[in-house]
């Protein structure tokens, strides 16, 4: 069965520091994976996907995910974090080619910026 | 345009009675998906219809829960003789074909006193 371990479930960063939230999955085929956010009060939204290609994905807001094939991974990183990040970070994945369309979610990431 | 809406956003029953959530996708939409939160998890996968049909009903708990698509558009999720178990947030979502990206409603609180 599909798993996604999401290793850091609270993270408090000062305003500017660099950020890196570690997703790892199980599963040995053909995978998409995901990056959503959830601000506070407000609902879940896309921060970035990969589907093929270049393993390195951009998304909005100056977020980037690289997908480590050998690894097994997915790790969210932005540079420099603004107290309006504060969020929290649910990493997804589905089994590619058609296979299934469901979202297997890890548990998620508590993240907190002080300004 | 309009995102994907949920009602109601809040419900608040008795162990043993039924009730029903409904979720409007966004317009055009083929594929619609249901997901349970609980507190301090991420999203746990229900169902998901590609049209009017059930593509994959694997993340149902029990038969308990149960959910309709019939035109192909509004979904209902039905859940009979509700747990304490059963709280939770209901999360829709919808995308416009099947393995495309899912976007997500605001959810449906569910408590069961």
């Known amino acids: 069965a599909q798993s996604v371990s999401q290793h850091n479930h609270h993270v408090i960063l000062s305003e500017a520091a660099s950020l890196e939230l570690g997703c790892n999955y199980s599963y040995g085929g053909t995978v998409n994976l995901f990056w959503y956010v959830q601000y506070p009060g407000q609902h879940l939204q896309l921060l970035l996907k990969?589907?093929?290609?270049?393993?390195l994905v951009k998304g909005i807001k100056g977020f980037e995910a690289e997908f480590i094939k050998s690894k097994f991974s997915f790790n969210l990183r932005k540079p420099s974090v603004q107290w309006s990040d504060t969020a929290e970070y649910f990493c997804a994945v589905n089994a590619g080619g058609g296979a299934t369309n469901k979202l297997i979610f890890g548990t998620g990431t508590l993240l907190a910026v002080q300004p | 345009g309009a995102g994907v809406s949920q009602t109601p956003s809040n419900k608040v029953t008795e162990k043993g009675k039924y009730v029903e959530l409904r979720c409007d996708p966004i317009?055009?939409?083929?594929?619609l998906y249901w997901y349970r939160q609980s507190l301090g998890q991420g999203p746990e996968f229900l169902i998901y219809?590609?049209?009017?049909?059930?593509?994959?009903d694997s993340g149902l708990p029990n038969d308990r829960f149960f959910a309709v698509r019939p035109e192909g558009s509004v979904s209902t999720l039905k859940i009979q003789r509700t747990e304490r178990g059963d709280s939770a947030v209901y999360l829709c979502a919808s995308s416009l074909m099947e393995a495309d990206t899912q976007y997500f409603g605001p959810g449906t609180r569910l408590t069961v006193l």
């Open positions: 317009s055009g939409h083929t594929a």
């Open positions: 219809f590609q049209g009017t049909g059930a593509a994959d």
């Open positions: 990969y589907f093929s290609g270049d393993p």
